[in-house]
Each structure stands twice: as C-alpha cells, then as structure tokens.
Nanobody, 114 residues
Framework: VQLVESGGGLVQPGGSLRLSCAAS????????MSWYRQSPGKEREMVARIDSLGGGTNYADSVKGRFTISRDNAENTVYLQMNSLKPEDTAVYYC????????WGQGTQVTVSS
C-alpha cells in the first residue's frame, strides 16, 4: 500500500497550490479520502474529506471557500486545490485513506511566506 503526496512548496500569501496524492495497493474507489495537516507544536488536524464516490465533501472551517478536495477514481488520485493561501496554512500536508483500514502518506511541506 502506498499513498504518495506531491505538489507542496513555497508560495506567497494569496497564492495557490494543488496537492496530489497517488494511491496504490488497495481498492481506492472503496475508500474515503482526507487531507490532514500538521504544523510544529500543533496537533494534526483534518482539512478536507471526500467520500468514496466523490459525492460528499467536508472542510475545516479555516479553509472553507479557499480549498477544494476532489478525486479521480480512474487515476487513483485525490487532489487538494488550495487558493488564497495564508501564512497560517503553513504545515506538512498528509493524505489519508479510510475504509477497511487506515493508510497515511508521508506528507508534503507547504510553506506560505513572503
């Protein structure tokens, strides 16, 4: 089983990034997918969640209206489009699969700074 995140980096406040999480080794279309983030000294928090078929989504209040989660079950990939980024969005972002088991990726760093 693998979850591999990509797309992180350094961006200025107000900018955008698109994170991707490529999944393999399990039946991706049977798993709900989430993005979490963790910054130094803070607990890991859920950012966005999407159900297995992509019809239902949930977001943390802090990112509503700025972030969009989506998935492509044909490509076994989940995405997080992040717009209007703020310095407080700086964190390591992780994807997680939830179904019969829980799987986590290794994380990708997002830094929002001028």
């Amino acid at each position: 089983v693998q979850l591999v995140e990509s797309g992180g980096g350094l961006v200025q406040p107000g900018g955008s990034l698109r994170l991707s999480c490529a999944a393999s080794g399990f039946t991706f279309s049977s798993y709900a997918m989430s993005w979490y983030r963790q910054s130094p000294g803070k607990e890991r928090e859920m950012v966005a969640r999407i159900d297995s078929l992509g019809g239902g989504t949930n977001y943390a209040d802090s990112v509503k209206g700025r972030f969009t989660i989506s998935r492509d079950n044909a490509e076994n990939t989940v995405y997080l489009q992040m717009n209007s980024l703020k310095p407080e969005d700086t964190a390591v972002y992780y994807c997680r699969a939830r179904g019969s088991y829980y799987y986590w990726g290794q994380g990708t760093q997002v830094t929002v700074s001028s």
